[in-house]
Nanobody
Framework: QVQLVESGGGLVQAGGSLRLSCVAS????????MGWYRQAPGKQRELVAV???????DYADSVKGRFTISRDNAKNTVYLQMNSLKPEDTGVYYC???????WGQGTQVTVSS
């Protein structure tokens, strides 16, 4: 059973930066296909960044040029560097592989204007 633990969220002013981390434990873990999702208040969870295979990445249009997904295979850790944050980036951020694994508790990101 894979367990996912997200951290690094917080309260930040618009224009600021945060770096989220997702540590995975478990014997079967496909770090090369992981992604970051966020759920804003009253909205559905959406994919914001993902590894698409062969080291490639993809991003939601709303975060392109501002967010960067990366990973450390040795540490079973996926990161999300978020720059130039906007109030609309507010939400709970989760990592997962398309919902294949049990969802972690997420990490709250709040961007004030």
């Amino acid at each position: 059973q894979v367990q996912l633990v997200e951290s690094g969220g917080g309260l930040v002013q618009a224009g600021g930066s945060l770096r989220l981390s997702c540590v995975a434990s478990g014997s079967i873990f496909r770090i090369e296909a992981m992604g970051w999702y966020r759920q804003a208040p009253g909205k559905q969870r959406e994919l914001v960044a993902v590894f698409t295979g062969g080291g490639s990445t993809d991003y939601a249009d709303s975060v392109k040029g501002r967010f960067t997904i990366s990973r450390d295979n040795a540490k079973n850790t996926v990161y999300l560097q978020m720059n130039s944050l906007k109030p609309e980036d507010t939400g709970v951020y989760y990592c997962n592989l398309g919902g294949l694994y049990p969802w972690g508790q997420g990490t709250q990101v709040t961007v004030s204007s």
